[in-house]
């Protein structure tokens, strides 16, 4: 499981407080690969399985949908900042002409059911 302690500072001016990150290690299960993922800290803590078609899909996809789920927890905090932060990476869109069209395919259904 990789770990990773970041500083919250609330925009209310409330005290900052420590929101910690936590992606686990792949496993097998009936859905497919699994990594477990967990924003603790918040008032409404973040604790999910992510699912992909294999090991390395669920690792991935569970990496994105870190930072996207944080910065849902800041919001629902009344925005603040993170030290250090993860919104301030430039926006990045993958090349994905050379996957597999099944994998192309989970990767698009993944994003139209979290609307």
Do not use: C
């Amino acid at each position: 499981m990789q770990t990773l302690e970041v500083e919250f500072l609330p925009d209310s001016g409330a005290p900052p407080r420590t929101i910690t990150l936590k992606l686990g290690a792949p496993y097998h299960s009936e859905m497919g690969w699994g990594v477990f993922v967990e924003i603790l800290g918040f008032d409404e803590p973040y604790a999910h399985p992510i699912y992909g078609v294999d090991w390395a899909q669920a690792i991935e996809l569970a990496a994105k949908i870190l930072p996207i789920m944080l910065e849902e927890r800041v919001a629902d905090a009344g925005g603040g900042t993170l030290e250090p932060s993860f919104f301030t990476r430039p926006p990045h869109t993958p090349d994905l002409s050379d996957l597999p069209p099944e994998i192309v395919q989970a990767l698009s259904n993944s994003s139209d059911t979290d609307e």
